[in-house]
């Protein structure tokens, strides 16, 4: 099998043009970026939203505390966003779909919850609207510079599943897969956004919901005193029961047994971390999704992820016009990293630029993996003050290497 044709663990996602897809009767809506997270979290069945205002998600929490209530759901507006996090853990651990949205700052103070929803293992989904920082830094521009935070925010050893669009239509269904993946891993899953794309509006032709997956969390079919909450099997998920339910379990952020109750025994603790990362890790090709753009006959890629994304495309249609064969490998999931996509991708091409709104944190990534053929074959593009990578930009870096 040839390199170019290489079966990849990682699922490849074909975007359509508008002008192919099929004819149908549905209606082209003109939707803000946050306002199509918070219509996809609905349509995946979202009953219970926990928020504190933050600019650039607030339209999230605005949407959300009209059109919940309106559908039986909950809405509460917390203190802070600590209260937050640990709000959503509640409604989840009681049965409710459950989510909150921030920006950085926010996210910052969640962190420590997020890890109690992950070793608890209790589906919650946290949007993350990313602005310029450190602290308080940009609250009105973009920025990509909580790509590193949303896998290694919260202590310890526990992988992350983060999700990240490029278009509105696309902040709608991630959404709803956010909130589908949250249910089956029972974790904390993340949707990050950049500040761009969160207020940008676009004409848009949502799914067909019916024609859409929705995945409630597996429920328990053993009698109340059979059950565990964590059970060990060879997939590594197991049923989730819920408060009221009649079935008994304990809950800690302690290291816990099957039952949920704190354990020092080395054994239960190893069953326990296992488990965290193996319901991920043996799930990639469910989990990990990829765009790959024009990268047939590709002698330089671009790698780049979110809004980025969006600016490299333009540029390689430029560079097209010039002769340049230039394609884009674009993260949908950013953790778990798409790591064989990545590989097969500095195999086949001689180049790859990488423009980034941080001072590098996906570039890190890529080095991992091409650790021994040096960095010379990586070109970073950054940029932290507030504005876009525009196309020209990364056009002109396009004509350097070429």
């Not at 949502?206 to 059970?231: A, G, M």
């Not at 799930?283 to 992820?305: G, H, K, P």
């Amino acid at each position: 099998m040839s390199k170019k044709n290489e079966k990849l663990n990682e699922k490849v996602v074909e975007i359509q043009p508008a002008d192919t897809q099929s004819a149908d009767t549905r209606k082209v809506v003109l939707m803000q970026g946050n306002e199509a997270v918070a219509m996809g979290a609905l349509a995946a069945g979202l009953n219970f939203y926990a928020g504190y205002p933050i600019t650039p998600s607030t339209e999230i929490a605005e949407i959300l505390s009209s059109e919940l209530p309106k559908r039986g759901g909950k809405f509460i507006q917390m203190e802070d966003e600590i209260a937050s996090i640990c709000a959503i853990i509640g409604a989840s651990l009681a049965g409710a779909k459950a989510m909150t949205a921030t920006s950085g700052p926010g996210f910052s103070l969640m962190q420590e919850g997020i890890g109690y929803a992950k070793i608890t293992e209790t589906p919650c989904v946290v949007v993350d609207v990313q602005r310029g920082g450190p602290s308080t830094g940009l609250p009105t521009k973009p920025s990509q510079s909580d790509i590193m935070q949303s896998k290694w925010g919260s202590h310890g050893d526990a992988p992350a599943i983060v999700l990240y669009p490029h278009t509105v239509k696309e902040c709608y269904e991630l959404a709803i897969r956010a909130i589908n993946l949250a249910e089956k891993y029972r974790t904390c899953v993340t949707l990050l956004l950049d500040e761009v794309l969160g207020h940008m509006r676009e004409a848009v032709k949502l799914p067909d919901i019916s024609n859409v997956r929705i995945i409630n969390r597996l429920k328990p079919t053993v009698p109340p005193e059979w059950y565990k909450h964590y059970d060990e099997n060879q997939k590594y998920l197991s049923p989730v029961a819920s408060y009221g339910e009649g079935y008994r379990f304990h809950v800690t952020g302690l290291a816990h047994d099957a039952l949920g109750f704190p354990t020092n025994k080395a054994s239960e603790v190893a069953t326990m971390m296992k488990r965290l990362k193996c319901k991920i890790t043996h799930n990639i090709r469910d989990l990990v999704q990829i765009e790959s753009y024009m990268m047939e006959d590709a002698t330089i890629a671009i790698f780049a992820a979110g809004i980025c994304a969006r600016s490299a495309k333009a540029a390689i249609k430029s560079a097209r016009e010039y002769g340049i064969k230039v394609g884009l490998l674009r993260p949908i999931t950013i953790w778990p990293f798409p790591d064989d996509a990545v590989r097969k991708m500095l195999r086949d091409v001689d180049t790859v630029i990488v423009p980034e709104l941080n001072e590098g944190q996906m570039i890190h990534e890529l080095q991992r993996l091409t650790k021994d053929k040096g960095d010379g074959k990586l070109i970073p593009i950054q940029r932290t003050d507030g504005e876009m990578i525009t196309p020209s930009h990364i056009f002109q870096v396009i004509k350097e290497v070429h």
